[in-house]
């Protein structure tokens, strides 16, 4: 189905088409094309979140159309046409202000809309609503951004991960890697773990001092606690490096209390955790590498071998645990895995490495299975 995004499409298809037929037209200002809309069929057509003035509006619904209305009092788009672009979450951040960003940003204006329900009590309609009608937006954007990436690789780790933890720097290095392989770096989009991974994504276009010196920026502040010392040494280092490649963080307002991290070039942030979970992992086709975590981390583990356990997408993946010690005597979540796995085919993807050249080794010798 034809997806229309603004007004420049909308005017080049009517030009060619001059009909609405079956068309999405989402988010777009149709205020000044009223004539033009009166003047096509619309039949099976759908307006996400459109403003339509005068009678364009009954022309469309008389026509066929279904119109989803533009809800107001909320601080989010939920018809937005594409992925949150490159610090578009920190807008009304200001740098250098404590508190600001807990009380400014969009990122925790949004979280503190999520948050006026309890976890586990029924949303009233028009809240439900919403967050359903955004989190499908994002599926949608998603979708069209990775057509532009078909090698997906996930990080995935703890949230706890210090800046200045060695491990830190071993996840980082292997972001750095895989981007420069050519492979698509992807994280949950938090800090910890998953800010490593895409801090080394957005380095791998600069020589190899350069993480040295954004490891010594943000040293300065290492947990998130304290958000605005945590974003502060994060925009230090974009300051110091102000490109750098793209990656991807899918993140959640579950975790909301968490900055959603500074180096992921696009980001898929949803309401819904478990759909942002399962869709995660799902994307990462190339393989997963789970860095050391907690409950969280593990549930990942369990949830993709379970998508690699039944092919539940038509491919299985490698999964690759950093940090041997870890993964067997701390949380042995790997023996398990290769106790469960058996002989099906994923077993053999399973791999472990203790630095980030082991982990792409195993990546480079295990590519993912179409069954």
């Not at 976890?119 to 057509?147: F, K, M, S």
């Not at 990080?155 to 392989?181: C, K, N, P, Q, Y």
Request: aromatic content about 8%; proline content about 5%.
């Amino acid at each position: 189905m034809l997806e229309i995004h603004d007004l420049a499409e909308f005017d080049a298809y009517i030009e060619r088409v001059q009909a609405l037929d079956g068309v999405v037209v989402q988010g777009v200002d149709l205020s000044v094309r009223t004539e033009v809309i009166r003047s096509v069929s619309c039949v099976g057509g759908t307006f996400l979140g459109c403003r339509l003035v005068g009678d364009a509006l009954e022309h469309v619904v008389d026509g066929g159309a279904v119109v989803f209305p533009y809800l107001p009092a909320i601080p989010f788009d939920p018809y937005r046409a594409r992925l949150y672009g490159h610090g578009e979450l920190l807008a009304g951040w200001e740098r250098g202000t404590d508190g600001s960003f807990g009380r400014d940003a969009l990122d925790s204006r949004i979280y503190g809309w999520a948050s006026r329900h309890p976890i586990g009590t029924p949303l009233p309609v028009l809240d439900a609503l919403a967050r359903r009608l955004h989190d499908h937006a994002i599926d949608d954007a998603l979708g069209e951004h990775l057509a532009a990436h078909p090698e997906v690789v996930a990080v995935m780790g703890g949230h706890a991960m210090l800046r200045t933890d060695s491990a830190f720097r071993t996840v980082a290095e292997l972001g750095r890697m895989m981007t420069r392989e050519g492979w698509y770096v992807a994280t949950g989009g938090g800090p910890g773990a998953m800010e490593a991974a895409n801090l080394g994504a957005w380095l791998a276009r600069r020589p190899d001092g350069a993480l040295d010196d954004a490891l010594d920026l943000l040293a300065s502040a290492t947990e998130f606690g304290d958000a605005d010392a945590y974003l502060r040494a994060g925009a230090d280092v974009l300051d110091r490096f102000p490109t750098g490649a793209d990656s991807l963080a899918v993140p959640t307002w579950f975790y909301g209390h968490e900055p959603t991290n500074q180096f992921a070039t696009a980001v898929a942030k949803y309401f819904a955790n478990s759909i942002r979970e399962d869709g995660l992992l799902a994307l990462a086709t190339r393989g997963v590498v789970f860095a050391p975590g907690a409950a969280g981390t593990l549930q990942e583990v369990f949830q993709d071998a379970t998508q690699n356990h039944y092919a539940v997408f038509g491919t299985i993946s490698p999964m690759v645990f950093l940090d041997r010690d870890f993964w067997n005597v701390e949380l042995p979540a790997e023996p398990l895995l290769r106790t469960l796995a058996g002989e099906r085919p994923y077993g053999s993807l399973i791999g472990a490495g203790d630095t980030a050249d082991e982990v792409m080794t195993h990546l480079r010798s295990h590519p993912p299975v179409t069954v």
